[in-house]
DNA sequence: TTGTATGCGTTATCAT
DNA sequence: ATGATAACGCATACAA
């Protein structure tokens, strides 16, 4: 396959006229110009992009980590993040971690060895102190609040908690439980603390049955009105963090013949278009900006910190 | 930065040697050894993988060309290969196209400018003429029946969509349509000529109204039923390319007051979560089963056709 | 078992 | 304007 000193060659010229007619540099007469792309053609030379990363110290590239793609929520993020990314010309390198952190660290190692140029956390579950080391190697950028100097482009999550508690609280109900992916990592943290907080404002006893974890799905949804079923202190209201799930507990509950929201408070999380078919009480969260913001954060060099913020939409099973 | 050389002089050996230690090759003294990973340690030296990769002449990474990843048709299909990806590490290099021909071009660039090894169309808009020269660069994979020299994992969507039209028969369905994501697409065009063929060989006449195209979500089912619910003369089952317009549909059907499959049958594909949920008779397509195929193909060098069968799963909907 | 020298394909520097 | 040459950082054939 022929290279840039065979073109050269072939169209009797240096290696640099080349590489000037290659990169539309000035300083090149346009007879040369012309015998290079001649020489270009006939040959059917191609350049080697890795050579130009190589040489360049730079591979264009940006490593998205997230631990599921089949997800609405990371689904709309990379989407933004992609959106982005082509006004960019950058292109994505994925990492489904499913949350493992092994996983997380060979995104951080590519970033390390020079193979992508930066790297967006839409969700970790490493320490920040196993990826704070790598922050030397290229730009880091968080999905999540952080008080380091890292770029992150964030939710206030216990703001929206606490507007929705208060939300739940004005229309009535009493017994608010919540459903969430899981009870670690920065965002779920700051929501049991709005949470907590509530519920020691009000003086109302913390019950622990009434939080749901490992929901994500529709069917978590089912396994939590499941769960509520089987208890004797039933919450009346759910603050959902995901609208998949919400639709799963709405679903299995009309089909259990439970009226919404009278017998359950419903409240979703992301605003999906299944929750507006459904009609679905939520938090409007406007990931494919953030995934833009995210993505603008990793190719800037400055560290930059921006709050996205929230709407609530009401509709019908609050 | 510390190269593989400044190692070298530190730990007082060849580049060679230091080359050795790092890749695992046999013949070197376990004191040199030692002495190696000493610098190592010391300068803080790590492999630029990008000279690895201009060395060897790959990258080890495979691009995924695919419209979007907000779907969960694609979703599924992106877990599989990543599990896979993962298995062989492979790094996967993410392209949404929005089914926009020139981003497809941009995936197949990078083939030729070997950024990536190889690359997977999980689905595409541009000729397989312009596709098809690309070949001589990198392993390319599609998911879809061609009867090129090409890999690819596919579903015979002729038989699937005819077994699927022969099922509504035997539940005395008369009036089939179909909703689709496109027209156009290799299997867009099986589905409408087992839909064509079966219909004139039933001596029906083929109505145009009832196709509905750009089906992919939850919204789309429905408009579907806002327009069905214009016409006089009205299909009276609908086969639904995946489960999201299925689920519309059923849904805005329901709220709409009309029974299911009494007023309307619905077959969806893919037996998503939601279908489940919704108890949606459906189509059951592997598609991670199939992405792991894919992965697998585009990782090795043999031309390989690949089918996988599907199955349908009866439940109340039909 | 180890080292030398060369190749990988480009860009950048510095003369001219 | 153009070219020679040195990086970029690693792998490897070949020699010893």
């Known amino acids: 396959m022929a290279n840039i000193r065979d073109v050269a060659r072939l169209a009797g010229v240096s290696v640099t006229t080349v590489s000037r007619v290659l990169n539309d540099h000035p300083y090149v007469q346009e007879e040369k110009r012309q015998a290079v792309l001649a020489a270009i053609e ?24 997230l ?4 997800h609405s929520y990371f689904a709309a993020l ?3 993040i992609a959106e982005e990314a082509r006004i960019y010309s950058k292109k994505l390198v994925l990492f489904q971690t499913d949350y493992e ?19 967006i956390f839409c969700s970790r579950s490493s320490e920040w102190t196993v990826i704070e080391p790598y922050q030397s190697y290229g730009q880091i ?10 770029s992150y482009t964030f939710i206030d999550q216990y703001q929206v908690f606490m507007k929705a508690l208060h939300y739940l609280e004005r229309k009535a109900f009493k017994r608010i439980g919540y459903c969430i992916g899981r009870r670690s990592g920065t ?3 700051e929501r049991e ?34 769960e509520i079923g089987r208890m004797s202190n039933k919450p009346d209201a759910l603050l959902v963090t995901n609208d998949q799930t919400a639709a799963g507990i709405l679903l299995t509950a009309e089909k259990a013949g439970l009226n919404i929201p009278e017998d359950l408070g419903i409240m979703g999380f ?5 929750a507006e078919m459904l009609s679905i009480t939520t938090i409007d969260l406007p990931l494919e900006e953030m995934g833009r913001s995210l993505l603008r954060q990793a190719i800037k060099h400055e560290v930059e910190k921006k709050e996205v913020t929230v709407s609530l939409i009401e509709r019908h099973t609050i």
Not at 101 to 119: N, P, R, T, V, Y
């Open 42 to 65: 006939e040959s059917g030379y191609v350049k080697n992009l890795n050579a130009v990363s190589l040489s360049r110290g730079k591979t264009e590239m940006v490593g998205i980590v």
């Open 67 to 70: 631990p599921f793609t089949d």
């Open 78 to 80: 990379l989407k933004g």
């Open 101 to 119: 952190s092994d996983q997380e660290i060979k995104a951080l190692e590519m970033l390390k060895h020079k193979q992508i140029d930066a790297c």
């Open 141 to 150: 950028v968080m999905c999540e609040e952080m008080h380091e100097n890292v």
């Open 187 to 189: 965002n779920s943290e």
């Open 193 to 226: 603390r709005a949470y907590r907080d509530f519920l020691s404002s009000r003086k109302i006893p913390y019950n622990e049955a009434w939080i749901f974890d490992d929901c994500y799905h529709m069917q978590d949804g089912e396994r939590v009105l499941e």
């Open 270 to 274: 992301e605003n999906h278009p299944i």
